[in-house]
């Protein structure tokens, strides 16, 4: 089960009970896993970050700068956590 899981990581956890064992429930596949550390999910598209929106972004933080952590928890809603790196590939 971990073999099959570690060869390919895109696999989802149904995935690995079908060429495995199809009789195990996929929670149990997930829970064992889980013992050895390895935790699947299902990755998210990233969001496409144009100029527009980059520019629009840094207006917000830059007018928000001086909100203290309980006021982005209380005020805020955050939605698309994702690390944005801008110039990078495609």
Not at 62 to 86: F, P, Q, V
């Amino acid at each position: 089960m971990v073999e099959e899981a570690l060869k390919n990581r895109q696999n989802s956890y149904q995935d690995i009970a079908k060429k495995i064992a199809p009789d195990v429930s996929e929670k149990t596949i997930k829970r064992r896993l889980s013992k050895k550390n390895l935790k699947k999910w299902v990755a998210q598209e990233r969001a496409h970050l144009d100029e527009a929106l980059a520019e629009k972004r840094l207006k917000w933080a830059l007018a928000h700068r001086n909100w203290t952590k309980k006021m982005g928890r209380t005020k805020a809603m955050w939605g698309d956590e994702m690390t944005i790196e801008r110039g990078g590939g495609e």
